[in-house]
T-cell receptor, first 112, second 113 residues
């Protein structure tokens, strides 16, 4: 059974810092990994999608890496801003119906 | 593209009642899946439809059922509502093929009292 873990569960940093969010998964046989952002009470916004054959993807100040062999992904946020405050979720897709298996998220707070 | 639209946004139901949640996906998105998200938790997979047929199901009882229609809309039906069914219900869709990521709707907040 695929399990996804995100550490830390919560993170609070001052504005302007670079930061890293971690995601680990137990089964390396994944098709891809997707990072999402969720604002309180809202739906999920896709940030980055990394295919299993890729090592990283970049979008603006965001960079996500994938190491399938070690079962890890990181989301790097450069020059953090208060508007980055949200819960960040990673999810892997594998097998069968290719459903998303989510971690519990990291709640990020950027202090002005 | 018009994104993924869910309705209603909020809903309050009484224990034992039945509820239908709706989702309208982007044109060409022939895969749709539904997730349940309890407060403070990651979303949990309920089931998935591909070209109007269910092709995957999570650990949810049969009182959770769904439909997908040819016009890229879908429904989640829950019978005999229980208090623990209170959650945010999310619809996600994508074109066929594993190379595509999922697009999520804004969700329906269901409260069972």
């Amino acid at each position: 059974k695929q399990e996804v873990t995100q550490i830390p569960a919560a993170l609070s940093v001052p504005e302007g810092e670079n930061l890293v969010l971690n995601c680990s998964f137990t089964d390396s046989a994944i098709y891809n990994l997707q990072w999402f952002r969720q604002d309180p009470g809202k739906g999920l916004t896709s940030l980055l999608l990394i295919q299993s054959s890729q090592r990283e993807q970049t979008s603006g100040r965001l960079n996500a890496s994938l190491d399938k062999s070690s079962g890890r992904s990181t989301l790097y946020i450069a020059a953090s801003q208060p508007g980055d405050s949200a819960t960040y979720l990673c999810a892997v897709v594998r097998g069968g119906a290719q459903k998303l298996v989510f971690g519990q998220g990291t709640r990020l707070t950027i202090n002005p | 593209e018009t994104g993924v639209t869910q309705s209603p946004t909020h809903l309050i139901k009484t224990r034992g009642q039945q509820v239908t949640l709706r989702c309208s996906s982007q044109s060409g998105h022939n895969t749709v899946s539904w997730y349940q998200q309890a407060l403070g938790q990651g979303p949990q997979f309920i089931f998935q439809y591909y070209r109007e047929e269910e092709n995957g199901r999570g650990n949810f009882p049969p009182r959770f059922s769904g439909l997908q229609f040819p016009n890229y809309s879908s429904e989640l039906n829950v019978n005999a509502l229980e208090l623990d069914d209170s959650a945010l219900y999310l619809c996600a869709s994508r074109p066929g093929g594993q190379i595509y990521g999922y697009t999520f709707g804004s969700g329906t907040r269901l409260t069972v009292v």
